[in-house]
C-alpha cells in the first residue's frame, strides 16, 4: 500500500488529516507481516498503529490488553467510528460471551486479556477464524524488570509456537533497555524490529517546587488552571483522603481513588473522571495503567514518586491530545527519607541497592537547576540537543544562588532551643519574635533565639526552613502535628563544617504556554462547541473526549467551516463524524457568527 492511500485510509475511518511520528513506520512494519516492538511515550498514538492496519488487513486483529476498563475504553471509541471490535473478558456474562463469540467472524478487531487467549477454545476458534495479527499492548507486563509485572502476560511466551506465521506486535512506553531486551527474548523477537521513538513530549511544562504549605501550593495552582481537569497523586491512601477531603471543602469537585476503596467506588470515580463529572482525581499509584483520558490537563504530585521511570509515566498521561498540560511535583526532602526507611525494611539487598539508587537519582533530578527535560531524556538515554527547552521551571525561573550558613545556622539553634518540640509555624513566630499567646505560655520569648531572624519577612523565614528540610538538615515528625527535628547533618552545620546554599527562585516574566500554540481561536465559539459536545456526550452516554477531541473544537474555532467539506478537513473530523453532528456543528458555527 502507498503513502497516498495509507493516508486516505487514516481520514476515512478516523479523521486525521497526518500521521504523528513513527505512527506511518509501525503500521507499514505491520502491513509487511513483520513482528514489530514499538516504544514510544504515552499519548503518541500507539493504539492507531495498530488499529489502521487491523482494518486494512484480511482477518481479525487480536489485541491483548492487561486491564478491562482499557479494552472497553478502545472498543467504545472504535464502534464510535463505526469500526467492528469487540472485547471478551471476565466482566461479561456467560449468555454476552457466548454470543461475542460466535460473531468473531464479523469483527476486525478482538481485544482479550492474556488469561482468555491462551484457553484452549479460544485457541481453536483463533484457529478457525483468520487471525492477520497479534497486538501485546502495554507489553513491558511480560518482564519481571518492569514496574507493572503481570504473571498473566509470561504465558504469551508460547504465542509464536502455536501461531507461528502470525506477525505480533508489542507496543508499551516503558523505555529502559533492560525491559526491551527482555521482551524480545520473551516474544522471541529480533532486535531489528526495534522502532523506538523520542521520549520527548514537548507539550508537557515540568516543574518542581519545594514543599512550602502542600494545600496552598495545590489551591494556587488550581486557581491559575481554573476548570482543568488533572490527576493529583499522592503516596498514602492516607494523603489522597484528606486531600480530597480537603478540595472537597473548597467546592472543588474530586474524588479519591486508591487500592483501599472497594471496586465499585472505584470505578465509579474513573467513570466520573472520564465523563468530567469532576474536575480532579486524588490517587495513588493504583490510578495507573488504562487512564487514557486525552484531555487530562495537569499533573500534581504531592510526594516524590519511587523512580524516574514512575515519575514520568505519571506525568505523561497529561495532554495526549498534544495540548498545553502542566506537571507540578511539590519536593520535599522528607518524602526520600521515607522512601528509603521503606526499602530498608523490604526484600533482598541487590534490589534494596537497586531501590535506592533510583531514588537517589529521582531525588537529584529534583533538586537540580539544568533544564528538566534535558535530564529527563537523558536519563532515558536520549540526547536532548538544544540548549533549554523554554518548558520546565529550570529555563524559566530566574535562579538566585546564594551562601545562606548563617540564616541556618540561626534556623538550626533555634530548633535546638526550643527542644525539638513544636511545628514550623511556632519556629517561624520565634524566629521573627512574634508576640502571642503560645509564645509567652511556653516562655519562648526568653530564649536567646527569640527574634533573630526579625528583619527577615514571614514568608522568606517560612522558606528557609522548608529549604532546610528540603536539604536534609531538618525534618517534620509524622502525625497529625508535625514537629520539627534536627537530623545528624545539622550538627555540621551547627560546627561551622557544612556550608549551606540556599537557591531563590523568582519567576521569569515568561508567559505561560498558550493551550495552543497555532495561532488564536476564537474562545467564545469554543465554549460553544465544549458545551454542543456535553450534550451529544451526556446523550449518548459516553465520555466527551470521544465525541470530539478538544484540538478538533479549537480548530473548527478557528477556521469557521460552514459546510460539511470544510468540516471534513478539520482534523479529527472523518466521514462518520461529519455524518452524525455534522450539521449540529455548523448549526453552532452559524448561530454563533455575527455573518
Ligand atoms: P498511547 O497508547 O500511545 O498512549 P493513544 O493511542 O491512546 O496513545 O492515543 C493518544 C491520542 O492521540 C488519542 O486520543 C488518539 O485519538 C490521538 N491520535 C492518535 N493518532 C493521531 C493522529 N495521527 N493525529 C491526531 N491524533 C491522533
Ligand atoms: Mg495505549
Ligand atoms: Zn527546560
Known amino acids: 500500500m502507498d503513502a497516498a492511500s495509507l493516508l486516505q485510509a ?44 487491523a482494518l486494512l488487513s484480511e482477518g481479525i486483529a487480536v489485541v491483548v490488553s492487561p486491564l478491562i476498563a482499557l479494552m472497553q475504553d478502545q472498543v467504545q471509541s472504535l464502534q464510535k467510528l463505526d469500526i467492528p471490535a469487540v472485547s471478551l473478558n471476565s466482566s461479561m456474562t456467560g449468555t454476552e460471551r457466548y454470543e ?38 502495554e507489553v513491558h507486563c511480560i518482564s519481571e524488570w518492569g ?20 506477525p505480533i506486535l508489542g507496543v508499551t512506553a516503558t523505555a529502559t533497555q533492560k525491559v526491551a531486551t527482555d521482551i524480545l527474548q520473551q516474544l522471541q523477537m529480533r532486535e531489528t524490529n526495534v522502532i523506538k521513538g523520542s521520549f520527548d513530549r514537548p507539550n508537557l511544562m515540568i516543574q518542581v517546587k519545594d514543599r512550602n504549605g502542600t494545600r496552598d501550593q495545590v489551591m494556587a495552582f488550581l486557581k491559575d488552571h481554573p476548570g ?42 474513573f467513570q466520573q473522571f472520564l465523563c468530567d463529572d469532576i474536575q480532579v482525581m486524588v490517587a495513588t499509584v493504583a490510578f495507573g495503567m488504562g487512564v487514557h483520558k486525552p484531555d487530562i490537563r495537569f499533573v500534581i504530585h504531592l510526594n516524590m514518586p519511587q523512580n524516574m521511570e514512575q515519575y514520568y509515566q505519571e506525568i505523561g498521561r497529561a495532554g495526549r491530545d498534544g495540548l498545553a498540560a502542566t506537571c507540578m511535583m511539590i519536593f520535599n526532602y522528607q518524602d526520600v527519607i521515607i522512601q528509603k526507611h521503606l526499602i530498608e525494611k523490604s526484600g533482598d539487598p541487590l534490589v534494596q541497592a537497586e531501590q535506592r539508587r533510583k531514588t537517589d537519582q529521582l531525588s537529584a533530578f529534583c533538586q537540580s537547576v539544568t533544564c528538566r527535560r534535558k535530564s529527563l531524556l537523558h536519563y532515558f538515554g536520549e540526547t536532548y540537543s538544544q540548549e533549554g527547552c523554554k518548558a520546565c521551571d529550570n529555563c524559566l525561573d530566574e535562579i538566585e544562588d546564594v551562601d545562606g550558613t548563617i540564616i541556618a545556622q540561626k534556623v538550626l539553634s533555634c530548633v535546638y532551643r526550643m527542644k525539638q518540640k513544636f511545628g514550623v509555624s511556632l519556629v517561624c513566630q520565634v524566629l521573627a519574635g512574634a508576640k502571642t499567646a503560645k509564645i509567652r505560655q511556653f516562655n519562648l520569648d526568653q530564649l536567646s533565639t527569640y527574634g533573630i531572624l526579625k528583619e527577615v519577612p514571614r514568608h522568606d523565614i517560612r522558606f528557609y526552613i522548608f529549604a532546610l528540610i528540603n536539604q536534609g538538615f531538618l525534618y517534620l515528625t509524622d502525625g497529625e502535628y508535625p514537629i520539627l527535628r534536627l ?22 516574566k515568561v508567559a505561560p504556554k498558550q493551550l495552543v500554540s497555532d495561532g488564536p481561536y476564537d474562545e467564545g465559539l469554543y465554549q460553544k462547541l465544549v458545551a454542543l459536545r456535553r450534550d451529544i456526550a ?19 474555532a478557528r477556521h469557521f467551516p460552514r459546510d460539511s467539506v470544510s468540516l471534513l478537513n478539520v482534523n479529527g473530523m472523518g466521514q462518520r463524524k461529519v455524518g452524525r453532528y455534522g450539521d449540529q456543528i455548523i448549526d453552532c458555527v452559524t448561530a454563533y457568527s455575527p455573518v
Do not use: W
Open 10 to 53: 487514516l481520514k476515512t475511518h478516523f479523521g486525521f488529516n497526518s500521521f504523528r511520528p513513527y505512527q506511518e513506520e509501525i503500521v507499514s512494519q505491520v502491513l509487511a507481516r513483520q513482528d514489530c516492538l514499538a516504544i514510544l511515550p504515552t499519548g503518541s498514538g500507539k493504539s492507531l498503529c495498530y488499529q489502521l492496519p
Open 100 to 137: 461475542t463469540f460466535q460473531q468473531l467472524d464479523q469483527q476486525k478487531l478482538l481485544y482479550l486479556s492474556p488469561e482468555l487467549l491462551l484457553t484452549d477454545a479460544m485457541q481453536a476458534r483463533l484457529r478457525s477464524l483468520k487471525v492477520s495479527f497479534f497486538v501485546i499492548d
Open 147 to 166: 514496574h507493572s509485572f503481570r504473571p498473566e502476560y509470561r504465558q504469551l511466551k508460547c504465542l509464536k509456537a502455536q501461531f507461528p506465521s502470525v
Open 228 to 269: 482543568h481537569t488533572g490527576i493529583i497523586y499522592a503516596s498514602t491512601r492516607k494523603g489522597v483522603d484528606q486531600m480530597a477531603k480537603y478540595l472537597q471543602t473548597q467546592q472543588i469537585r474530586v474524588a479519591a481513588y486508591h487500592a483501599g476503596l472497594s471496586d465499585q467506588v472505584r470505578a465509579q470515580a
Open 487 to 508: 537530623t545528624q547533618l545539622a550538627r555540621g552545620v551547627l560546627s561551622f563544617d557544612t556550608k549551606v546554599r540556599f537557591r531563590k527562585r523568582s519567576v521569569a
Open 538 to 556: 451526556q446523550k449518548e452516554r459516553v465520555p466527551a473526549y470521544m465525541i470530539f477531541h478538544n484540538k478538533a473544537l479549537i480548530e473548527i
